[in-house]
């Protein structure tokens, strides 16, 4: 704390030992910020008023002005990139200028950080104070590689079990205000029978058109959920086990029974659970802002009734949630100290915002922000508290994690639809995701 209060000058010759430059003189330093989260320039590209802006875009968008305004000799200028922007970042680092600070899905980390194309932080974020004791557990575990850490983590997310009381309840699957929730899969299977019944609707609403993580999300919870050590190995993964077919059988009883949606698409799907026409939608944090003000409106299916919770404990290995979250990454570039020390004074900025950044439903990545009552009295907040001790990435020296989540969501829905049997489509799964680890050796 003591180097964080001393400022930018005493920061900028600290770092000079980190950077090996000497700190320039001239004017605002330039920082180039690239980012995903989209584009709302028209609504908020000149707002500084961070709390009464809403949604990634809004909230970041506003969070970057502020600092802008507040810190006259630095100015951060802004990059927003396709989703999520990885392609072009390559190619900027393959051309030898990179962005300054570039969010990062900590699940992307390894892929970067075992080539040397991110700097580790730890002598940058301790410049400005921030204590990796302050992340929790699944924040820390995210951006930590080999013992050092290499990014600013942002938030956690994971995939949710958003709940349509209304419908629920006609289906007397509510007690006490809140849903009943399985407890196994043969649970599930029990309740979503009962609710298909009661109401006429499929039990879950799903994304699996162009989806390419959705089913994958699901199985890594649930192979979590079961003790199975899948990447015992990082550099293989091990999917022909009683484990990884127990899950898919049970998606695929859902499906052949009728009890989900078929053939929607992310958009689809989630306009889907806000027009009432099922009863769970599984998908991540970012959706309870959304959902939250439907609920709010008079005459929306989801009026008065809505709720979220984590994914429940489907087997009886352990409560656990596949989870992953957005991180600040320093691309490895020559820089000045002066210019490294304005890095750091952003990071420590967004740090000391990232309440205003769960305001977004994503879970925050400091304990302290978890703790306050602030966090606490957002909407369903609570409800999803536990996830703290619950989340879980991947292994982190894990690579490739986007395409091995597009390969096992290719074949677990072959499997689900019954393209392939169940035994084909995991010994393919596994095959593919081995191939593509065993060729980045």
């Not at 205000?177 to 109401?199: D, K």
């Not at 879970?363 to 703790?371: H, S």
């Not at 690579?399 to 169940?422: C, D, L, N």
Request: aromatic fraction near 8%; charge should be neutral.
């Amino acid at each position: 704390m003591i180097r964080w209060l001393l400022g930018p000058a005493v920061v900028a010759a600290a770092l000079v030992a980190v950077t090996g430059c000497k700190p320039a003189s001239r004017g605002p330093v330039q920082i180039t910020l690239q980012r995903f989260f989209g584009a709302c320039d028209a609504e908020f590209g000149s707002s500084t008023d961070v709390p009464a802006a809403e949604g990634e875009c809004g909230i970041i968008t506003t969070l970057i002005n502020k600092f802008n305004a507040d810190n006259p000799d630095i100015r951060v200028k802004v990059n927003i990139v396709y989703w999520p922007g990885y392609d072009q970042l390559s190619a900027e680092l393959a051309a030898g200028h990179p962005p300054d600070l570039v969010t990062m899905h900590e699940s992307v980390i390894s892929d970067y950080s075992q080539r040397h194309l991110i700097m580790p932080l730890d002598a940058v974020l301790a410049s400005v104070g921030v204590d990796p004791a302050g992340f929790t557990r699944a924040a820390r575990e995210g951006v930590t590689r080999d013992g050092s850490v290499y990014a600013l983590p942002f938030d956690t997310w994971a995939p949710l079990w958003h709940v349509n009381l209304n419908l629920m309840r006609a289906a007397g699957l509510v007690r006490d205000g809140a849903p009943v929730l399985p407890h196994s899969a043969e649970e599930l299977l029990q309740q979503a029978r009962q609710f298909t019944r009661a109401t006429g609707k499929p039990y879950l609403i799903q994304s699996i058109v162009n989806d390419p993580a959705a089913s994958a999300r699901n199985l890594f919870t649930c192979l979590m959920q079961q003790n199975s050590d899948f990447f015992a190995d990082p550099r293989r993964i091990r999917l022909q086990t009683p484990e990884a077919r127990r899950v898919l059988q049970l998606f695929k009883q859902i499906r052949d029974e009728g009890l989900t949606t078929r053939d929607q698409d992310y958009t689809a799907a989630t306009a889907a659970f806000l027009n009432g026409q099922g009863g769970v939608y599984i998908v991540g944090t970012w959706m309870i802002g959304t959902y939250e003000q439907a609920s709010l409106q008079t005459g929306s299916p989801l009026a008065g009734g809505y709720t979220v919770v984590p994914f429940p404990q489907l087997y009886s290995g352990r409560d656990v949630t596949y989870a992953d979250g957005h991180s600040w990454v320093i691309p490895t570039a020559k820089r000045s100290a002066q210019k490294t020390a304005a890095i750091a004074r952003l990071l420590r900025f967004l740090r000391d915002n990232d309440f205003q950044w769960s305001r977004t439903g994503h879970l925050p990545a400091y304990q302290d922000v978890i703790d306050s009552a602030r966090w606490r009295a957002l909407p369903h907040r609570t409800e999803v508290a536990r996830l703290v001790d619950t989340a879980a990435p991947l292994p982190a020296g894990v690579q490739r994690q986007f395409t091995i989540q597009q390969i096992i969501s290719e074949e677990m829905e072959s499997a689900i639809t019954g393209q392939k049997p169940i035994d084909s489509a995991l010994a393919d799964a596994e095959r593919r995701v081995n191939d593509l680890l065993f060729n980045l050796l």
